[in-house]
């Protein structure tokens, strides 16, 4: 058998590099699939419930399914088709209904934290994915069951 | 710069050898991408499988062409197709009459299991099999380890990792990679390997309970 040429090892870095920039193209899709990154939005507390909004980008006309946690376990699901014409002005979203509001009732004193998350379905609805709008909101409860946003120092 | 010179012609074979081990190590990475990445992340659109396979295949050639091996060389060819069977007969029999006891001490019905349209493909892809496994990898082992245990077991334990995660799979292509490998390292014969590893599969699917094997699912389709 002949000794292989310097044309063979060029093969093979060629392949290695080919291969490399497949999987890394594959993991691109896939995130993007998976946990596409056109989704924003934003929660607050108010006086009786957690209220935001929640667009996306990639299809603006649409209502997104949104889904809240209270202290990490699911706690409702909904819809985010409520008027916000402020968002509209602010130029997140093309028309105003994509509000949303979560109402808090009968929760235990002491502190708590909501969330709430865009629903996304991938691969024609056999997954779904979920990704936080805006940030996780961090509460307490008193007494005479008075909601208070506890802030945090960054 | 005459010594220069001698070293570098000293380091030849063992440059050749490490080039050898290179080309095992990219099929065997390309096998896994296919069975691993592809099937993870590209979902349906599975033509993207075709490039890492495409690749491999250009690769294969390609150093066949550089290193000079002929098809006799590779093992398609008939001259000794009767002399390789005659050394798989033994070893393909017992592994037959053993798949079929242990299915029997399971408690399963022997051939039982339901005929499939894709088991007629099952020589191709047997064949396809035994000329990357034996044909290609095999004989850069020789080129880097020499005839005999060590490249041997590089073989088998490459066959065995690419049937992972399968724990039954992965056990039968270790023994199955050892008796080929060592077959084709006496009588490099691919058409008779493709028939006994056909011979074998067939078995094995026809006989075993599908929830054991998977359909003989491998990487990330084992997982459904």
């Known amino acids: 058998m002949k000794i292989p040429p310097t044309a063979l090892v060029h093969v093979l870095v060629g392949k290695s590099i080919a291969e490399a920039l497949l999987v890394g193209a594959l993991a691109v899709f896939a995130y993007l699939s998976v946990l596409p990154p056109h989704f924003h939005g934003w929660g607050e507390l108010t006086e009786g419930g957690i209220a935001g909004w929640a667009v996306n980008n990639a299809r603006p006309w649409e209502r997104v399914g949104v889904q809240f946690f209270l202290d990490g376990t699911f706690s409702a699901i909904g819809v985010a088709n409520e008027t916000r014409p402020d968002v509209v002005s602010a130029g997140w979203a093309k028309d105003e209904w994509h509000g949303y509001f979560f109402p808090l009732r009968s929760l235990n004193v002491g502190d708590h934290e909501a969330r709430v998350y865009a629903l996304h379905d991938v691969g024609d609805g056999k997954r779904k994915t979920l990704q936080l709008l805006g940030e996780s909101i961090r509460f307490n409860v008193d007494s005479q069951g008075k909601l208070k946003r506890i802030e945090l120092l960054k | ?224």
């Open chain 2, 1 to 224: 710069m005459k010594a220069e010179s001698k070293n570098f012609d000293d380091s030849l074979p063992s440059l050749s050898r490490a080039l050898a081990v290179w080309e095992i190590v990219s099929v065997f990475s390309s096998c896994l991408i296919v069975e691993w990445v592809v099937l993870a992340f590209a979902g349906k659109n599975k033509l993207i499988a075709a490039i890492p396979v495409l690749l491999v295949v250009a690769l294969m050639l390609v150093s066949h062409r550089q290193r000079g091996e002929t098809l006799r060389d590779i093992g398609l060819r008939t001259d000794n197709f009767l002399a390789a069977c005659r050394l798989l007969l033994l070893p393909t029999a017992l592994a037959v009459l053993l798949i079929l006891t242990a299915a029997w001490l399971m408690g399963y019905p022997i051939f039982a299991q339901p005929w499939r349209a894709r088991f007629l493909s099952l020589p191709l892809w047997t064949f396809v099999q035994q000329y990357t496994l034996n044909g290609f990898i095999n004989r850069r082992a020789q080129l880097a380890f020499g005839k005999g245990l060590k490249s041997l077991m590089l073989v088998a334990v490459v066959f065995s990792v690419l049937h992972l995660p399968s724990p039954l799979l992965s056990v039968l292509t270790l023994v199955g990679g050892l008796l080929w490998g060592a077959v084709y390292q006496r009588q490099p014969n691919l058409f008779a390997l493709a028939l006994s590893h056909t011979i074998i599969s067939l078995t094995v699917a026809l006989t075993m309970r599908p929830g054991l094997l998977y359909s003989l699912r491998v990487g990330f389709k084992y997982f459904g």
